[in-house]
């Protein structure tokens, strides 16, 4: 068996969700950067960035889960469109930690946190790559 030096293949990461968000932004290396500030993200893997400093995989942890972006590639008929009709959707144990951290990176509050008719607390927000976030803190039993 060949070791991975010798056929030039890095072994992939796991993927920790089993329907995970493959989205494209408008700067995918600052996106990731900018998601481990906001949403304490951790790298698990990026396809390095090519001529146009565009690249085409990323791979992050966000709260036990896998995010996968990527840019846009017009050029192989896939472009970038703004995003809408989606958010990604974080369920936290401790929002304000949360929350406030992701406030301090640069988010945009589209709905500060409130206690909702379900009984969770719950606010949305939007990065600066133009997606959309939600925040969910579970009502405590009892």
Same mark, same amino acid.
């Given at each position: 068996?060949?070791?991975?030096?010798?056929?030039?293949?890095?072994?992939?990461?796991?993927?920790?969700?089993?329907?995970?968000?493959?989205?494209?932004?408008?700067?995918?290396?600052?996106?990731?950067?900018?998601?481990?500030?906001?949403?304490?993200?951790?790298?698990?893997?990026?396809?390095?960035? $090519?001529?146009?400093?565009?690249?085409? @995989?990323?791979?992050?942890?966000?709260? +036990?889960? !896998? &995010?996968? =972006?990527? $840019?846009?590639?017009?050029?192989?008929? @896939?472009?970038?469109?703004?995003?809408? +009709?989606? !958010? &990604?959707? =974080?369920?936290?144990?401790?929002?304000?930690?949360?929350?406030?951290?992701?406030?301090?990176? +640069?988010?945009?509050?589209?709905?500060?946190?409130?206690?909702?008719?379900?009984?969770?607390?719950?606010?949305?927000?939007?990065?600066?790559?133009?997606?959309?976030?939600?925040?969910?803190?579970?009502?405590?039993?009892?």
């Amino acid at each position: 068996m060949e070791s991975e030096m010798q056929t030039g293949q890095m072994a992939m990461p796991p993927v920790k969700n089993g329907l995970l968000p493959y989205i494209t932004v408008d700067g995918a290396l600052k996106a990731a950067e900018f998601y481990k500030k906001a949403f304490g993200a951790e790298q698990a893997f990026v396809v390095p960035p $090519d001529g146009n400093g565009r690249t085409m @995989h990323v791979h992050l942890y966000i709260n +036990g889960s !896998s &995010l996968m =972006l990527s $840019d846009a590639y017009p050029e192989h008929g @896939h472009p970038f469109r703004p995003h809408q +009709g989606f !958010s &990604l959707q =974080l369920v936290v144990d401790d929002i304000d930690l949360w929350w406030d951290r992701a406030v301090k990176a +640069g988010v945009e509050v589209v709905m500060p946190v409130e206690r909702m008719f379900w009984g969770d607390r719950y606010g949305q927000l939007r990065d600066p790559f133009g997606v959309s976030w939600a925040m969910n803190e579970p009502a405590k039993a009892g």
